[in-house]
């Protein structure tokens, strides 16, 4: 794997962890006593920090390192869960997920001080308690990375009775070469060191001789280490460390600026002391130094005193992260799929066998075969595609809280199905729809507590997301309990804007049709957050790009309740081919219900009815829909499909069959053609268009529509 590589699936654990993290943090806030809840946040932020650090995220590393220890404390049960923790923690996730995709190099100084200000509310938290980190002042200041922490009263560990000021010091420190044999441990010296503050040391090699040299000691010490360390001890407290050894070894401590920096910060002064002129004056070499310091102080401040941007508006706060491109996959289906592929190869010597021995009996049963493993191949293939729907649940409970609390309301939000699955790919392109549906049931549909109240209501609204199968299909459904869509406002709003003729006689569904309609809103000022209808056209569109349909149920003072039907998978699907002249279409199987046939006397009309079941339905026929050149059969197949819930015929030449159709798009040049949902390719090579089938239908009424007033006219 590539560093590129490792780096991706670093991004993608992380992401999931962070997912994971928000459900926790939304189950503390329901229960501020789960102790597996509060074991989750700390082991997702131990986990992301330690990724961090392994994959070059030092700024995500040295962020969630005093996070972690905070829950740390929480699990302990040595501080509470509160809703200061919770808030400070969902925006730190918030704030861990733009770290993970910044571009190589360090992060922009908005997300530092983003970090600073956020780090400020947990080091408030710890202070409560009188704890800077876990095991003390001391312990903390080994976290080189990490700032000087915060003490009960307030100020930080620099205003220890026996601290100072925070100072710069370079250390120059050249062990003696027998230091080992007097019992000295050169990495105990630089633990003391850490111990005093973040420090970062180089090491020079130059003098250390090489393996077969005569004069090479394997029990001596040749390298020569400058150390830039900040402290608030003062300088006799480094020299403290090196007390038992001075004598022996060269050491300088030279004070340079007061001033504090973070561990990471000094990394950046390491090429100074590798590029240091041999035998320059240590005065000399300190006054260079001491200028880069000074200017990264400034710059330090400067950060700080800019601040960080405003907070987001709700409408604003949204997870911007790109989807993850990979998926867990249960190893149980990949060693189902990899039995399979070893059947098809046996299968593949099979029809070699056949076909050279000419053996057509043979090579029919291989064709038998051959059907069935490719059946339950494309099953196979499509389960490792599917996700339950519940994935996605979390961020939808995320954005009712933080929503409603924006808005004044208060809202629960309710996940119901959340087993059911769906193509991964599906449940990407929903998951904006869905966002866009419940904002609006929240500004609009869900009222304040006061007005909820004088209703009759709970003062806390309620909104359900539930998700199920029916049929070959998914249908997801948000309802509100909200004060609902008033019908008449709505045929207001279309005749003023001419949508609608003010004598018109139309139905309430197609009433609630028209919220769809570009621009379309009841609402007399439009909120920042969304408009009863508006982009509710957008919604419309994403969805039927999925093959997929919206429909609005409403009961005014009571609530509404969207329906949303989609296909399980976008890759392929079940149909039936039917031709019409020269031309293949498929009907997919979710919408068809029968056939039948009728014979013709005559030439037969574009849109008529025929009997079905003693009831009579509308019937389109393709050949005229689609002005197909060629004779018309005396003979015509029918096929009853269902859209829209409504039952119509379809008139076609022949049916040719069942067919599994994998889909294809259609070029861009071909985009207006709404009612097709893609093409596949057929046995032969020869191409089949993918009927749209709700699309289709309507198509066909608006032009029977536009004939029948054309015809009233004249």
């Known amino acids: 794997m590539t560093m590129d590589q490792a780096v991706s699936t670093y991004r993608d654990e992380a992401l999931e962890l962070l997912a994971e993290l928000e459900r926790a943090i939304l189950d503390l806030e329901a229960n501020p ?63 861990i997920k733009a770290l993970l995709f910044v571009a190589e190099g360090p992060p922009p100084d908005d997300l530092l001080a983003r970090s600073e200000e956020l780090l400020t509310v947990y080091r408030q938290m710890l202070a409560e ?9 001391k312990a903390a200041a080994k976290a080189t990375d990490a700032p000087l922490p915060t003490m009960p009263d307030g100020t930080d560990a620099c205003d220890l009775p026996d601290a100072g000021p925070p100072v710069m010091y370079w250390v120059h420190f050249a062990p003696a070469a027998d230091l080992l044999a007097n019992g000295t441990e050169p990495l105990g010296l630089f633990e003391e060191l850490a111990a005093l503050g973040p420090y970062r040391a180089q090491a020079h090699g130059e003098d250390i001789p090489a393996l077969d040299d005569p004069g090479y000691d394997p029990e001596g010490l040749h390298a020569v280490y400058d150390i830039l360390l900040m402290t608030c001890r003062g300088e006799n407290a480094i020299r403290d460390v090196f007390l038992f050894v001075e004598d022996s070894c060269r050491l300088a401590v030279i004070p340079l600026v007061p001033g504090r920096l973070r561990g990471s910060d000094l990394e950046e002064f390491l090429p100074f002391f590798t590029g240091m002129p041999p035998g320059e004056d240590q005065t000399v070499a300190a006054s260079r130094l001491r200028t880069l310091v000074e200017g990264k102080l400034r710059q330090v401040e400067a950060i700080r005193a800019k601040g960080h941007p405003k907070e987001q508006t709700p409408k604003q706060k949204q997870d911007t992260a790109p989807a993850s491109a990979s998926l867990r996959v249960d190893s149980a289906k990949l060693d189902a799929l990899v039995n399979m592929v ?56 995320r954005l009712v809280r933080d929503l409603s609390a924006s808005l004044g309301k208060e809202a629960s939000f309710v996940a119901e199905g959340a087993e059911t699955e769906l193509d991964k790919t599906v449940i990407d392109r929903l998951k904006d729809p869905l966002i866009h549906i419940i904002r609006n049931s929240l500004d609009h549909g869900i009222e304040s507590p006061e007005e909820r109240t004088q209703a009759g209501k709970p003062p806390a609204g309620r909104i359900v997301l539930s998700a199920g199968h029916s049929g070959g299909n998914v249908v997801i459904r948000i309802r509100d309990d909200g004060r609902g869509v008033d019908p008449a406002r709505i045929r207001k709003k279309a005749v003023e804007r ?20 570009p621009g379309f809103s009841t609402a007399d000022k439009v909120s920042d957050v969304s408009g009863r209808g508006v982009g509710m056209d957008v919604v419309k569109k994403n969805i039927e790009a ?40 498929i009907v997919p199987l979710t919408n068809l219900r029968g056939f039948q046939e009728r014979f013709l006397t005559g030439q037969p009309r574009q849109v008529e009815s025929i009997e079905r079941m003693g009831h009579l339905i509308p019937l389109v026929s393709l050949r005229r829909l689609f002005a197909v050149p060629g004779r018309q059969p005396d003979y015509e197949r029918v096929v009853i499909v269902e859209a829209d819930g409504e039952m119509t015929g379809i008139a076609v ?61 004249t």
């Open 498 to 517: 001419g949508l609608l003729s003010s004598d018109a006689d139309v139905s309430e569904k197609e009433l609630l049709a028209l919220l769809f309609e």
């Open 129 to 137: 308690i009188g704890m800077a980190a876990p095991g003390g002042p």
């Open 546 to 585: 999925m093959r997929g349909t919206v429909d609005m149920e409403n009961a005014p003072g009571q609530g509404t309740t969207t329906v949303i039907t989609l296909p399980l998978t976008l890759a392929i699907i079940d149909g039936f081919n039917v031709r019409v002249g020269g031309e293949s279409y």
């Open 33 to 95: 006593l789960d102790k597996e809840r509060m074991a989750a946040c700390f082991r997702a932020m131990h986990t992301i920090k330690g990724g961090g650090a392994m994959f070059g995220f030092e700024e995500i590393s040295r962020f969630t390192h005093e996070i972690e220890t905070t829950f740390d404390m929480v699990r302990n049960g040595k501080l509470a869960v509160t809703p200061q923790l919770l808030n400070a923690t969902l925006a730190a996730g918030d704030h």
């Open 342 to 397: 070893g059947e098809l190869v046996i299968l593949q010597s099979r029809l070699r066998q056949a076909v050279k021995g000419e053996n057509m009996a043979a090579a029919s049963d291989v064709d038998e075969d051959l059907e069935r493993l490719t059946d339950a191949m494309r099953d196979s293939a499509l389960e490792l595609r599917m996700l339950p729907i519940g994935t996605v649940f979390s961020v939808f409970l």
């Open 653 to 713: 030449d022949v049916v040719v069959g069942r067919q599994q159709a994998v889909i294809k798009s259609l070029d861009e040049s071909y985009r207006y053609l709404k009612w097709i949902a893609g093409t596949t390719i057929n046995g032969d090579g020869s191409i089949s268009l993918i009927l749209d089938v709700p699309r289709l239908l309507r198509m066909a009424r608006e032009q029977y529509e536009r004939t029948e007033q054309r015809d009233a006219l």
